[in-house]
């Protein structure tokens, strides 16, 4: 079992920064690729970006340059910083964990983030 929590969601002008964290617990966090999805009104959740136990980075085309995807697996926690935000960026952004042992899936409880022209 693991449990997500998200947090560093908020309103932001477009063109600024935010930083996302997902701090894991209940498991070990090494054996899981985290990934960032978001899910926009109307729209279907999508992959923004996902990181491997060993570090790979895999990015959503349209965030690519901008998003950057990290963990730090002391702390059990992973980050995507986002600069050069968008309006088309406005979603609520989910953290999920798949474990390379088993492929269960878990998922945080999301955050708001507003970009506004």
């Known amino acids: 079992q693991v449990q997500l929590v998200e947090s560093g969601g908020g309103l932001v002008q477009a063109g600024g920064s935010l930083r996302l964290s997902c701090a894991a617990s209940?498991?070990?966090?090494?054996?899981?690729?985290i990934g960032w999805y978001r899910q926009a009104p109307g729209k279907q959740r999508e992959l923004v970006a996902d990181?491997?136990?060993?570090?790979?980075?895999n990015y959503l085309d349209s965030v690519k340059g901008r998003f950057t995807i990290s963990r730090d697996n002391a702390k059990n926690t992973v980050y995507l910083q986002m600069n050069s935000l968008k309006p088309d960026d406005t979603a609520v952004y989910y953290c999920n964990a798949k474990s390379i042992v088993n492929y269960i899936s878990y998922w945080g409880q999301g955050t708001q983030v507003t970009v506004s022209s």
């Open positions: 209940g498991s070990i966090f090494s054996f899981f690729i």
């Open positions: 990181i491997s136990n060993a570090g790979n980075t």
